[in-house]
Antibody, heavy 122, light 107 residues
């Protein structure tokens, strides 16, 4: 049973870079899945950030694209998120999730990590 | 980006009630939509994918329907553990987008 676990600093200074890692256990990151980041500001809704395949192919949300890098480390079975030039608006719970697909390209997000709160503050 | 509009934003209901939540897409997304349940302090949980396919382990009182631009999530008989916030998510094209959520509260 695949499990995901986010890790990283809970506090980042404004204009700094937010860096998070999602460790995958119970399965291989080199499977035929995409791996994704989603965030949720306190008391608000969900926002898709981006995704990566084990080959390194990525897709990003255009609203964040200029500031995002998602990378994969197959040797450690994990993937990572870097978000640069952060402001208070980037304060959120960040989730990682696995994306599975049907042969007809319908996708679904499951499982999810438990989430990690990142606060942007000086 | 495709906009997903859920209604209602909040809903009060009683145990045993039948409840329907709707999600409307700003353009045709075929059946590429999922429904997720989120409880306070927890990660979202997949309920339905491909508009009407029930995720393994999810109770059969949950069902989804629709295609094109209009979708519904139905809970046939509310249980105490169903009080949560529900989100739709379109995976038809990038960027994937969520509805704003529907908070289901106990009446």
């Amino acid at each position: 049973q695949v499990q995901l676990q986010e890790s990283g600093p809970g506090l980042v200074k404004p204009s700094g870079t937010l860096s998070l890692t999602c460790a995958v256990s119970g399965g291989s990151i080199s499977s035929t899945n995409w791996w994704s980041w989603v965030r949720q500001p306190p008391g608000k809704g969900l926002e898709w950030i981006g995704e990566i395949y084990h080959s390194g192919s990525t897709n990003y949300n255009p609203s964040l694209k200029s500031r995002i890098t998602i990378s994969v480390d197959k040797s450690k079975n994990q993937f990572s998120l870097n978000l640069s030039s952060v402001t208070a608006a980037d304060t959120a719970v960040y989730y990682c999730a696995r994306i599975s697909s049907t042969s007809s390209y319908q996708n679904w997000f499951d499982p999810w990590g438990q989430g990690t709160l990142v606060t942007v503050s000086s | 980006a495709i906009q997903m509009t859920q209604s209602p934003s909040s809903l009060s209901a009683s145990v045993g009630d039948r409840v329907t939540i709707t999600c409307r897409a700003s353009q045709d997304i075929r059946n590429e939509l999922g429904w997720y349940q989120q409880k306070p302090g927890k990660a979202p949980k997949l309920l339905i994918y491909a508009a009407s396919s029930l995720q393994s382990g999810v109770p059969s009182r949950f069902s989804g329907s629709g295609s094109g631009t209009d979708f519904t999530l139905t809970i046939s008989s509310l249980q105490p553990e169903d009080f949560a916030t529900y989100y739709c998510l379109q995976d038809y094209n990038y960027p994937y987008t969520f509805g704003q959520g529907t908070k289901l509260e106990i009446k």
